[in-house]
């Protein structure tokens, strides 16, 4: 995948109620409602946890500039924490 594609804006429920949610920028081919997702930590699939796409909001962005603003974050974080 180019770092270009288009990601949306999703809300992600897990659990037999969807006990558990987390709203997530996922790429755009998988923001379906009802499309059930594997997720990763730190490069590495977590098999246990099949998340499922309840709401997807109209939103886009690329990519490329999503994970710029999350290196600022991160960036700010470190020069922040003490």
């Known amino acids: 995948m180019n770092k270009d594609y288009v990601m949306k804006q999703?809300?992600?429920?897990?659990g037999k109620d969807?006990?558990?949610?987390?709203t997530a920028w996922i790429p755009s081919t998988l923001a379906k409602v009802n499309n059930q997702l594997l997720?990763?930590?730190d490069g590495e699939w977590i098999l246990s946890?099949?998340?499922t796409v309840s709401?997807?909001?109209s939103r886009v962005m690329n990519y490329s500039y999503l994970k710029d603003r999350e290196?600022?974050?991160k960036n700010t974080r470190k020069a922040s924490d003490i």
């Open 10 to 14: 999703c809300i992600l429920i897990k």
């Open 18 to 22: 969807g006990d558990l949610s987390q």
């Open 39 to 41: 997720l990763k930590k």
């Open 49 to 51: 946890e099949l998340w």
């Open 55 to 57: 709401k997807v909001y």
């Open 71 to 73: 290196n600022d974050y």
